[in-house]
């Protein structure tokens, strides 16, 4: 099975509104969770991440939330802008590797 | 900030040809991942490497082959290219094993 998956795939919101994406892992250990952000042929870019000793980061628009218990992590984006469409990806960490999930394409419509 | 440089970054080879794939990074980290990307798959992972002259295998290696020679440099390996292995190809380094990674620009390798 996969060790971190991802979801939606597709994420359609209107400017001003939030999206969030979710994602879980499997590895109980995992302590790890980096988000990438990836515009159309460019590389991914680490956006925000979080350490199993938080719950809760926030940088600027975006928030990430941990919850060790239910082995999910999510990533909010307030107030979105035209800007914040792109792929997204969470990943986590397992057995000294990093597992990504399959990607939200992020659609923000004005 | 991280500098991971790739080369070629577009590549167009023929069935059958050898394709080689370099990565140089320049920030003294100790390990590097070769990452394919296709619609629809995400990132998955092909090679890494802990260290110079260490290669290991991630989740889908049949048909590449790896080389780390130094800690600033990581090859991917296309011995016999086939056109199932058309895609963009990114090197990532991280200084240690399960945490950030920085990834080079990429690479757009397409077999005919």
């Known amino acids: 099975g996969e060790q971190v998956e991802q979801l939606p795939s597709i994420l359609r919101v209107q400017e001003g509104s939030s999206a969030s994406i979710n994602c879980s892992y499997e590895d109980s250990a995992s302590n790890y969770f980096p988000w990438y952000k990836q515009e159309p042929g460019e590389n991914p870019k680490l956006i925000i991440d979080i350490r199993s000793n938080m719950e809760r980061k926030q940088i600027q628009e975006l928030i990430v939330l941990l919850d060790k218990k239910a082995k999910r992590f999510s990533l909010h984006i307030t107030d979105t802008q035209p800007g914040d469409s792109a792929m997204y990806f969470c990943?986590?960490?397992?057995?000294?590797?990093?597992?990504f999930g399959d990607g939200t394409q992020l659609v923000v419509k004005p | 900030e991280a500098a991971v440089t790739q080369s070629p970054r577009n590549k167009v080879a023929v069935t059958g040809g050898k394709v080689t794939l370099s990565c140089n990074q320049t920030n003294n980290h100790n390990n590097m991942y070769w990452y394919r990307q296709d619609t629809g798959h995400g990132l998955r992972l092909i090679h890494y490497s802990y260290g110079a002259g260490s290669t290991e295998k991630g989740d889908i290696p049949d048909g590449y082959k790896a080389s780390r020679p130094s800690q600033e440099n990581f090859s991917l390996i296309l011995e016999l290219a086939t056109p199932s292995q058309t895609s963009v190809y990114f090197c990532?380094?991280?200084?240690?094993?399960?945490?950030?990674?920085?990834f080079g620009e990429g690479s757009r390798l397409i077999v005919v």
């Open positions: 990532a380094s991280g200084p240690d094993a399960g945490n950030t990674l920085y």
């Open positions: 990943a986590g960490n397992s057995n000294n590797r990093i597992f």
